[in-house]
């Protein structure tokens, strides 16, 4: 970083064509490498950013892009981690859109709500519908909470539908009254599997699902693989157009109590990014839980 901006190094892959450089030249690739590979209509864009550093992936059809930017750590309170994040953004997606101005933006940063809504603001003024950003969300969240359900009842968590909701964060929701398995609700499917599921046991599903990163820092210091694998999906999804239901964060219209504000609910997610939000029948509980978790998210984003 010079001057208090990014440096940024590009290069790009065209596939039967060659490697790009920054400069724009191409490099012969020998005919018959490599194989066909089914691209998107849009690039994707990835941002990961901590107070440390920001990194940037790019997809771009027909080939991809890597875009680097470093930030020396440095220690904070959370809204000045949030502060130098925002300042990362303002540099980065005007950066990006000017280059890729057709992509859709994947967000990672934590606070991942926040900082999903943030670039949308900023894209918005190359006008980039909020549809194409989109934040991983309680993606990782919804496929503990599925998995945790599987082990409870013997069943393959693929084979679970359940979903977390609202922020990704303390105030989050786990949608305990739409959880089905083979089409079954849990207290029906209980009696059919003649597992019981007790409070307490539902309780300790919650704990786990909210406490996982907790636990999994506390032992080895840093959380990889599982969102490695929640955000691989979700790349999956965008690249080859998968019109998948995901439990990712856009921000959100048409739901009462969260309208204009960026968390999770059900999205069917395409190629060009949040095609559309899936509202949820919730019980009253879990209603209440859903407004104010977005009166959390309203309140910070306001500040």
Known sequence: ????????????????????????????????????????????????????????????????????????????????????????????????????????????????????????????????????????????????FRALLGRHFGVDAQHVHAYVIGEHGDSEILAWSQATIAGLGLDEFVKVRGTPLSEAERQRIDDNVRRAADHIIAGKGATYYGIGSAVARIVEVLLHDQRAILTICSRIAGVPDCENVTLSLPHLVGGEGALATIPMPLDAAEREGLRRSAGILRERWNR
């Open 1 to 144: 970083m010079r001057d208090g901006r990014f440096n940024f190094g590009v290069r790009a892959r065209h596939e039967g064509r060659g490697t790009e450089d920054c400069a724009g030249r191409l490099e012969p690739r020998p005919r018959g490498s490599g194989s066909q590979r089914h691209f998107p209509r849009r690039p994707v864009l990835l941002i990961r950013s901590r107070s440390a550093a920001a990194i940037i992936r790019i997809w771009r059809a027909p080939g991809w892009w890597s875009l680097p930017a470093a930030w020396r750590k440095s220690r904070g309170t959370r809204l000045q981690l949030l502060q130098r994040n925002a300042d990362i953004f303002r540099q980065i997606v005007p950066s990006v859109l000017q280059h890729a101005p057709e992509a859709v933006l994947l967000v990672l940063t934590n606070p991942v709500d926040i900082m999903t809504h943030l670039a949308a603001h900023f894209a918005a003024r190359f006008g980039v519908a909020s549809t194409r950003v989109l934040g991983s969300g309680t993606t990782l969240d919804s496929a503990r």
